[in-house]
């Protein structure tokens, strides 16, 4: 025969049974942190999932839970005199459930106040200020047709020397009208050393402009060229700037361009994993600005975070 607690008769406390919610947290939060090496919108979704799922567990805990549970069965009917006082009806509130609530909510309030700032100062400058100058390179007449021409200029000249540039230009003749440029970055897709020209340098042919924005602008023609070579690993391109050799992983980055008053306009830099062709009908394939060393096609690129905007 089984005995009867005298204080609490056959009812027992009510403490939340287990709970699938916080499987779905972890869900959520390991979605989240898979989604920042590979696309925004997993991202989103992790964040979703945790948002939801936390919250489902939270109801739980506080002892109001979201969905209705099933009815419990009534109580079997007993014989003898009814109860001398009945509790009303309707939801409560536990106190290891509070107690669960009140741990967690703390909890997450430190954790939010030691983690927050970290996160924020290591996330969102890259995102501040990311927007960039057209770059004005001259007249037109200092690329003569069919030859490469190694250029510096200063990207912002506000900042000086540090944000000087060194860009391989080649003017490729007129393309349906206007005049088509190829200009590649002279950063090596493998670790970013500066890439050089395989051809004969003219030093004694320098030329120096000031242009309209203030930017010192520097040319050398280069006779002869037959690619680019990088002096770090032996990285190795066409005069395209699709590798050949060597470690890189990728052709060279390149330049946007336009044409205003008779100048060239360097527009923003973009990444390129490959050029069929070559010259004014080349086809590039262009990608977002990336860093050195990454992929960015075949299935390799989900390896690598993804880029803060440039
Ligand atoms: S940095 Fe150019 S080959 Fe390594």
């Given at each position: 025969m089984s005995r009867v607690d005298?204080?609490?008769?056959e009812h027992k406390p009510d403490l939340p049974g287990p709970s699938v919610w916080p499987i779905g947290v972890a869900v959520g939060v390991a979605c989240l942190l898979v989604g920042l090496v590979i696309s925004w919108w997993i991202v989103a979704i992790g964040g979703g999932i945790s948002i939801v799922f936390g919250f489902l567990w939270l109801s739980d805990l506080s002892g109001h839970p979201v969905g209705a549970r099933p009815a419990a069965a009534p109580p079997p009917a007993t014989t003898g005199?009814?109860?001398a006082q009945r509790r009303p009806e309707g939801p409560t509130t536990t106190r290891s459930g509070f107690l669960s609530v009140a741990t967690l909510g703390l909890g997450g309030v430190i954790g939010a106040l030691v983690s927050i700032p970290p996160i924020f100062l290591a996330i969102v400058p890259p995102f501040l200020k990311q927007s960039k100058k057209p770059v004005d390179l001259g007249p037109l007449a200092q690329f003569p047709a069919g030859q490469w021409v190694v250029t510096t200029f200063m990207l912002?000249?506000?900042?000086?020397?540090?944000s000087r540039r060194t860009a391989y230009i080649r003017y490729n003749g007129p393309l349906k009208g206007q005049p088509s440029f190829t200009i590649i970055s002279n950063?090596?897709?493998?670790?970013?050393c500066p890439v050089q020209p395989l051809g004969l340098v003219q030093p004694d042919k320098t030329k120096t402009i000031s242009t309209t924005g203030g930017e010192v602008v520097t040319t050398i023609p280069v006779l002869a060229v037959s690619g680019f070579s990088c002096p770090c690993h032996g990285g190795a391109y066409d005069?395209?700037?699709?590798?050949?050799?060597?470690?890189?992983?990728?052709g060279l980055d390149r330049y946007e361009f336009s044409i205003k008053n008779g100048h060239l306009i360097l527009g923003r830099n973009y990444s390129v994993s490959k050029v069929d062709g070559?010259?004014?009908?080349a086809r590039i394939h262009k990608y977002d600005l990336t860093g050195p060393g990454?992929?960015?096609?075949?299935?390799?690129?989900?390896f690598y975070p993804i880029q803060p905007p440039h």
């Open positions: 005298p204080e609490q008769g005199p009814p109860p912002d000249p506000s900042e000086g020397a540090v950063r090596c897709a493998h670790l970013g005069t395209e700037g699709n590798r050949t050799a060597g470690p890189p992983v990728r070559a010259g004014a009908g990454q992929h960015i096609d075949g299935w390799e690129q989900i």
